[in-house]
């Protein structure tokens, strides 16, 4: 199978799912609705021609496009690269997002006292630990991922930048939520 | 003995108002109050919402955090509202159609009694409103006109509203072509460039008016409009329905009493004190606040919620 | 209230808002400051080899607008931002273009072919003034384009467009797209298809969030910032790191020393480039007038027009290091940013990323619709938008002074942001994007979104399909949708509105013409 054969493959397959699972199951009105005794558009409508350009372009490169303009060469080694890239993004956000709750409650588990991690992020310090160490792991896990190995040169870059970043976009704003501050 | 016992309630209450009222004085959230906004950033809503947050701010102490949560009627706003916190650290800003016709409306599994509805801050000064160079006085000219052949082009923003322009026209024995758009300004903005006749407007053509450039044909309230008292009421024009409502500030169901009243408190000395940026913003586009809180808003609540079926019935017709 | 009264009070509103300080009692208007600051950041990120206009632009709106506030004030201050930031990238974008073999926006690598060479004959400095002077004189002519043209195109679209038109023209806008941008007519259509499926994810009439699964994940439908900033940026990012590890070289190749000594730029040779640069202007014009098409076509256009006009016997090759191949480029690819705001200002209808960013901005400061009120010359009463368009319109003629005294020195000077490694900017970059997404939204799902998305930017530049398309889609899918049910229900419920209106009728021929020439033209290479 050529390259442009599978992206196009890719795409029916998706476009078919798309139209004949996800939009009858996940959309309450139909193509057209009868509403106050007319009819109107119903919320199917645009989805269902989106999923249909997509459908249509598939097919028109299964059926004419014999020129190859997809650049990949499917090799592993391209796609691992990629996997280890997404899950170090992947695992930075999840400390982001986690980690300062878990620290205030471990506290709260080993002193005794009654606190919340939401009614402390208005803190400097406290509010940013997650950011920091998540942007350290993101930043410095990439540059070693296309490095090939952990410096430390690659981790003080992160935690600078990290740094700057609480700089730039938080101590100046009151209004400005650095992650995870929005969500707890 | 039964005596006794009656002037020991009486007392119990007392004792308990009291309790209730210093408490109410006493409260101050926990942390920060993370504020919900169903309304698009930037329009007059959303201002109005940053407005008593940042009076609440300086006046207070109190700090708050705005956030945007839009769309679905205010639906959107209370489905990501129901399982926050109920210590009055978590409030959103909607409309009382959110938890009556949006969520009788919808089938999605929520009830006002998930929530816990603070205040009301202004009520709608909604109108049926048009371009002044279009030659139109009052509703009854535009009915006169859609007789004669004109398609008239109806703008709303809400599915209520769509159903009350439904019946207005069904009313007046004529057929409106009925736009839905997104928003009050979205409505002035269609009216302006002319894609639209007439439109809903719920305060935001209170400028247009005074500068004559637009019209209030008709009251969609019970009462006459503030700006415009002479233009006819929806009942005098023979629909039994109308589109009163409320911004109103809610949070999620079981909110302790002391944190509810001294929110709803609070958020009243703001909005009906119009030297306040906020105050001041609703004296003008909505002629002055309407605070509805406590029993009364709850049962306010209560009821439209349950005669959202007459409406929605009487439009499916 | 005249016409010359209108642009006054414009000017005057660039030049007397709030102030920002004052220098010997002469006041100097915060306005004024922002633009200076963005056009010099502009120069900075357009140099940065990977990055461009649009990323500094959808990073530092958060920031501008929680500086300012929703509120009117802030219109001119932010877009006034915004606008130096995409003046001082197009110019930028030529450095790393010339010095390094890298394009640091798509617009640019036309700008390689002859660019480098240049640089490596030794010719650098000479090779980045001729890209000033083009991209300096190509943007100010677009310009004046669109000063002069923008209140005609508004009154023809208030004349002749009703709902019905409007529609068939966002259907325009999308098959020129994609068919156009995309690499191919299938492939366009397959990034248009998915952008407008992700836009419709959450939205619609009904009081169920349609394709949400039931989650509240997804009940608010994805975040512009996340789609757009997750395609285009993170996607990028992802290639770009991709290609650093097949090609190991890339990251070692050492960037051009520019030690020319005698790189002057004499009046003789600009006279003898203005030809070039004025086809290449109105080529940039043209294409950036029509809505949904962008600066990668012009500046392609603009090289062809000149290679196929250059005679080889005289100042190289093309190819090789022809100073008029830079010039055709250069002043193509920035006479695209003027006249694009036509079909923004008057319609809300973005060509390019720069533009998009302009619309966010407008869309959510209150006080500016982009549409054809803004350009009504009411008499009586003041029309406060057509005021704050010959704002917008003062702050670009600002920038663009700036551009012509300093820009060409400034840019020079930005050479050594090409010594950063691209494998250290680029997570950086990531991580601020991803803040910066953050700080919009304010829930961690946006940024899963974000990194969704630029998973499918990934994909689909792996797969040879462009982003732009899905981009362009994703802006204008909702309005689509919306304006198409207005349309519906405003012509009393008929059903061939698109087909019954004659205006609406012959922009969807050719949607649909377009369509099937791009096919058949690549059919037959």
């Known amino acids: ?184 | 003995m039964f005596q006794w016992l009656k002037t020991g309630a009486a007392a119990l209450g007392i004792v308990a108002a009291t309790a209730f009222g210093a408490a109410a004085e006493d409260w101050k959230p926990a942390g920060p109050v993370k504020l919900m906004i169903a309304f698009a950033a930037g329009g007059g809503a959303d201002t109005q919402a940053r407005l008593i947050a940042e009076e609440l701010e300086a006046t207070l102490g109190w700090s708050f955090i705005p956030e945007q949560v839009t769309g679905k009627g205010g639906l959107n706003l209370a489905a990501a509202m129901k399982s926050e916190a109920n210590d009055g650290t978590v409030i959103g800003m909607a409309v009382t159609e959110t938890l009556g016709y949006n969520m009788a409306a919808s089938n999605s599994g929520m009830t006002p009694a998930d929530f816990t509805p603070i205040t009301t801050t202004a009520g709608f000064q909604m109108g049926v409103v048009a371009r002044s160079d279009k030659g139109w006085n009052t509703m009854s000219d535009v009915v006169a006109a859609a007789k004669s052949g004109q398609d008239i082009r109806f703008g709303v923003m809400s599915p209520r509203l769509a159903d009350l322009a439904y019946l207005l026209g069904k009313a007046q024995g004529v057929d409106f072509n009925i736009i839905s758009v997104k928003g009050g300004k979205a409505v002035m903005n269609g009216v302006n460039a002319g894609d639209m006749d007439i439109g809903f407007m719920a305060g935001i053509q209170a400028k247009g008016v005074a500068a004559g450039d637009l019209v209030n044909l008709a009251s969609a309230l019970k009462a006459p409009l503030v700006q415009t008292p002479d233009a006819p009421t929806f009942a005098d024009m023979g629909v039994e329905f109308s589109a009163d409502g409320y911004f109103m500030f809610m949070g999620p169901a079981g909110m302790p009493d002391d944190a509810r009243a001294a929110l709803a408190n609070a958020i009243k000395g703001v909005v009906e004190n119009p030297e306040t940026k906020a105050g001041g913003l609703i004296k003008k586009a909505f002629g002055g606040a309407s605070v509805i809180m406590g029993g009364d808003l709850d049962a306010m609540v209560a009821s439209d919620y349950a005669s959202a079926g007459d409406l929605l019935k009487a439009a499916s017709e | 209230m005249s016409v010359l009264d209108y642009i006054w009070l414009g000017i005057l509103a660039v030049f007397q808002g709030p102030e920002a300080f004052s220098i010997f009692g002469l006041a100097i208007s915060i306005t004024v400051v922002m633009v200076i600051s963005g056009f010099f950041l502009g120069i900075l990120v357009g140099a940065t080899p990977g990055l461009a206009g649009p990323v500094a632009m959808a990073i530092s709106l958060p920031i501008l607008i929680s500086t300012f506030g929703y509120n009117t004030d802030a219109l001119l201050p932010v877009l006034g931002f915004l606008i130096g930031v995409m003046k001082g990238a197009t110019v930028g974008g030529a450095v790393p273009a010339i010095l390094f073999n890298t394009p640091g926006t798509p617009d640019a690598f036309m700008t390689t072919l002859d660019g480098y060479p240049m640089a490596k004959r030794g010719e650098a400095k000479r090779a980045l003034r001729i890209a000033h002077f083009s991209s300096v004189s190509g943007d100010t002519f677009s310009d004046l384009v669109l000063i002069i043209g923008a209140p005609f195109l508004a009154i023809m679209v208030e004349r002749y467009l009703d709902l019905p038109e409007k529609t068939a023209l966002l259907i325009l806008s999308l098959s020129f797209i994609s068919a156009v941008v995309g690499g191919s007519v299938g492939r366009g259509l397959i990034s248009t298809g998915l952008g407008l499926l992700a836009v419709y994810v959450g939205t619609g009439e009904d009081f169920y969030p349609r394709l949400s699964m039931g989650t509240q994940t997804l009940a608010q439908g994805f975040p512009i910032a996340t789609s757009v900033l997750g395609v285009l940026i993170i996607g990028a990012v992802f290639k770009e790191l991709d290609e650093l590890r097949s090609d190991q070289r890339a990251s070692r190749m050492k960037p051009i020393t520019t030690s020319d000594t005698n790189s002057a730029l004499t009046l003789a040779e600009r006279v003898k480039l203005a030809p070039t640069i004025f086809r290449s202007a109105v080529i940039g014009t043209v294409v950036g007038a029509l809505p949904g098409i962008g600066s990668t076509l012009a500046a392609t256009l603009g090289y062809t027009a000149a290679k196929r006009r250059h005679d080889d016997t005289e100042g190289g090759k093309f190819g090789e290091g022809a100073p008029k191949g830079i010039a055709a480029t250069e002043a193509a690819n920035s006479a695209v940013s003027g006249a694009n705001l036509m079909p923004v200002l008057s319609l809300g209808i973005p060509g390019n990323a720069a533009a998009v960013f302009l619309l966010l901005a407008m869309d959510s400061i209150s006080g500016f619709n982009p549409s054809p009120t803004v350009f009504k010359f009411d008499p009586v009463n003041l029309n406060p938008e057509l005021v704050m368009a010959f704002g917008i319109f003062t702050t670009m003629f600002l920038a663009n002074a700036l551009n012509w005294t300093v820009g060409g020195r400034v840019m020079r000077t930005m050479r050594f942001m090409i010594r950063i490694p691209k494998h250290i900017l680029l997570p950086s970059v990531l991580l601020l994007t991803l803040t910066a997404i953050y700080v919009q939204e304010t829930r961690i799902e946006a940024l899963y979104f974000a990194v969704g998305f630029g998973v499918l930017g990934y994909l689909m530049r792996v797969f040879g399909i462009s982003p732009l398309p899905f981009v362009i889609a994703f802006i204008l899918g909702a309005k689509l949708e919306e304006t198409a049910r207005q349309a519906y229900a405003a012509t009393g419920n008929d059903p061939w509105f698109l087909f019954t209106h004659p205006v609406a009728a012959v922009f969807v021929a050719v949607s649909v013409g377009v369509m099937i020439l791009t096919s058949r033209k690549r059919g037959s290479v």
């Open chain 1, 1 to 184: 199978m050529t390259p442009n054969k599978f992206t196009a493959g890719i795409f029916l397959v998706f476009a078919i799912v798309v139209l004949g699972v996800w939009i009858p199951n996940d959309v309450e009105t139909g193509l057209l609705e009868k509403m106050r005794r007319h009819w109107v558009i119903g919320d199917s409508l645009a989805p269902t021609l989106a999923a249909g350009f997509v459908l249509i372009g598939a097919v028109l490169i299964l059926l004419f496009e014999t020129q190859d303009e997809a650049q990949f060469t499917m090799v592993s080694a391209q796609f691992v690269f990629f996997l280890k890239l997404v899950i170090v993004i992947l695992v930075a956000l999840s400390v982001m997002r986690h980690l300062g709750p878990i620290l205030v409650n471990t506290y709260v588990a080993i002193s005794g006292l009654d606190l919340e991690y939401r009614l402390l992020r208005d803190m400097i310090g406290i509010k940013h630990i997650g950011f920091l160490i998540g942007g350290v792991i993101m930043v410095g896990g990439m540059i070693t991922v296309v490095e090939g190995r952990l410096s430390r040169r690659a981790l003080i870059i992160g935690l600078i930048w990290s740094l700057v970043l609480i700089l730039v976009y938080d101590l100046p704003f009151e209004d400005l939520l650095l992650p995870p501050n929005g969500d707890v």
